[in-house]
């Protein structure tokens, strides 16, 4: 029984799923528009995800995990296993389709019911919340040293994820008139997430102070054990890699992703004051907006002090324009050495299940109930704060103007907006923006300008991290004498006889503006994916999705 659930792990995500994972979302851009948001790129010829083999799998086991000479707390344990991994599959199926057939056997090619249409998500949702029941319940083991495995507190971290999502998605898509089962799914969301903030003994990772507390979570090489509570595990020896430098530092491998200023303006002062309260704040250049802020931010992109290693010399590494389009550079799952940058050379460990989300998921689930409480924050919001340095990490009781406009104007409740401020910060680049979009029913916020650093006029070399070296310039017509080692890009109208994809917001001074060229559009039919065109030829019951 155990060697045969090792095989359910497949499920889980990937490194690529995670690293990538944000991709398309509100706060990154990168060198292309998704298909998926460019007008008539996608559609059910393109759509994949219809994959039900590993579901077989699982259903398999269940039907034969039945032999009585076996203990029954055995059989129940492993009958856990089996029954969490189900829901995450599940819960992957529903997010992507919406309404997707249950199936709780495992068929043969001559099943009647091989060919049936799809079960409504409140069945499939009911079915996956039973099965997150009965893990939990089951599932003996409570600790787990390697963070490998599923215990029973990762099967309550993931019951909380699963029915905030689900919570949210019914309260603010109201066309299904689900609205009023939505606080059933938030209070089952907080429950779950207090039974591990209160039953088992993790914590915040602090070692290494504000400055290198949040970042070393993303780079080691083994679990933090405290904070982590699941993860991919990657090993030097066992040749076990993947390609977070490649992707994160390639010019022209990936999808060259970085952060909008528009995201990076909601992180906090350290006084915990919003960073666009200071009235000059639009037009601060990238070596003054990055002082006194959240400590998470320095490490998240390149700043003043960031460093590499190349060749066993140490090197100053400011922001580097032969990858990003915008200044702000992710460092988040980045290696320090330059050795790892080419190829999937990283064995740096992916967490799956953090701590810290259980705690925004408490927190967000709590504040949807309008139940957060001071004591809430203080142990949630409040906590990560603190590490992060921030000094003031009260609940507030105002909303900060900017965050409401910019993001979530439909939020007037202080406390919640800050909740979800906290969680695009902390969560950033682990893959969790795009759904959170979903549930929220924010996807037009993938049509946000895709906006850069200020540049305070043409020709002028700038010192992003003032290390005295001069990095980078922008101009319309380029410079007799060019500094030597600044690096040039051309902001005009138009290059190469085409409308230029990169400008300056006010022409010859602003903020960098990405990729305008080309249209991104959000529809509502977007939610949800379409059934794979393909799949609908096999089976006409799928039917498709509205809109598709």
């Known amino acids: 029984m155990a060697l045969y659930s090792n095989s359910f792990y497949n499920i889980l995500p990937t490194a690529s ?40 799998n699982i259903n398999y086991f269940i039907e034969n995990n039945n032999n009585s000479s076996v203990p029954e707390e055995t059989r129940n344990h492993y009958m856990g296993i089996a029954r969490f991994f189900r829901a995450w599959f599940y819960f992957d199926k529903v997010k992507r389709f919406g309404d997707v057939p249950w199936i709780g056997k495992s068929f043969d090619v001559n099943d009647p019911d091989l060919f049936n249409g799809r079960d409504s998500r409140v069945v499939v949702m009911d079915s996956v919340l039973r099965d997150l029941d009965f893990a939990i319940k089951h599932i003996r083991t409570t600790n787990d040293g390697t963070r490998s495995m599923i215990t029973q507190p990762v099967a309550y971290a993931f019951k909380s994820r699963v029915c905030l999502f689900e919570g949210t998605f019914r309260k603010y898509h109201t066309s299904y008139n689900l609205g009023s089962t939505a606080d059933e799914w938030f209070t089952q969301s907080a429950e779950a ?65 970085n952060f909008t200023r528009s995201f990076i303006n909601t992180y906090l002062n350290l006084d ?44 100053a590494s400011p922001p580097e324009f032969s990858y990003t389009y915008t200044g702000y550079q992710p460092i988040k799952w980045t290696l320090d050495d330059t050795f790892y940058d080419s190829g999937s050379r990283n064995d740096n460990i992916i967490p799956v299940i953090r701590y810290a989300e259980v705690l925004l998921n408490y927190a967000e689930a709590k504040a949807e109930l309008g ?42 409740n202080p406390a919640l907006l800050e909740v979800r401020r906290e969680r695009g910060i902390e969560l950033a680049l682990e893959g969790f923006r795009f759904y ?113």
């Open 371 to 412: 139940a957060l409480t001071d004591l809430d924050w203080a142990q949630t919001i409040g906590a990560l704060r603190q590490r992060a340095g921030i000094m003031n990490s009260t609940m507030p009781t105002t909303v900060d103007p900017y965050l409401q406009r910019e993001f979530f104007p439909e939020i007037s």
């Open 436 to 548: 959170d979009l979903v549930r929220w029913n924010k996807g037009k916020l993938l049509e946000k300008t895709w906006n850069g650093m200020y540049v305070p006029g043409l020709n002028v070399p700038l010192d992003l991290n003032e290390d005295g070296v001069l990095d980078v310039a922008f101009y319309k017509s380029m410079p007799s004498t060019p500094v030597a080692g600044v690096t040039y890009i051309n902001v005009s109208d138009n290059a190469n006889g085409r409308p230029n994809p990169l400008v300056l917001s006010q022409g010859d001074k602003g903020e960098i503006i990405w990729l305008h060229t080309i249209p991104r559009i959000w529809e509502d039919k977007f939610y949800l994916y379409p059934i794979p065109e393909s799949e609908r030829l096999l089976n006409p019951a799928l039917g498709q999705n509205p809109g598709w």
């Open 272 to 315: 915990g004051t919003p960073f666009t309260s200071n009235p000059q704040y639009e037009t601060m250049v990238f070596s003054e907006e990055v002082k006194n802020r959240d400590a998470r931010l320095s490490q998240t992109i390149r700043t003043k002090g960031y460093s590499r290693i190349n060749g066993g010399t140490v090197v």
């Open 17 to 56: 799923d995670i690293l990538r994972g944000d991709a398309m979302s509100d706060y990154i851009a990168r060198k292309e528009v998704p298909d998926f948001i460019r007008p008539g790129a996608y559609g059910p010829r393109q759509s994949t995800g219809w994959n039900w083999s590993e579901l077989r």
């Open 193 to 257: 997430a207090k039974a591990v903030m209160d039953g088992f003994s993790y914590s915040l990772h602090t070692g290494g102070g504000s400055s290198q507390a949040y970042r070393q979570l993303f780079t080691s090489k083994s679990p933090i054990a405290n904070e982590v509570l699941l993860a991919n595990i990657y090993d030097d020896e066992l040749a076990l890699y993947h390609d977070a430098n490649w992707y994160w530092t390639s010019a022209t491998y990936g999808d060259r992703a």
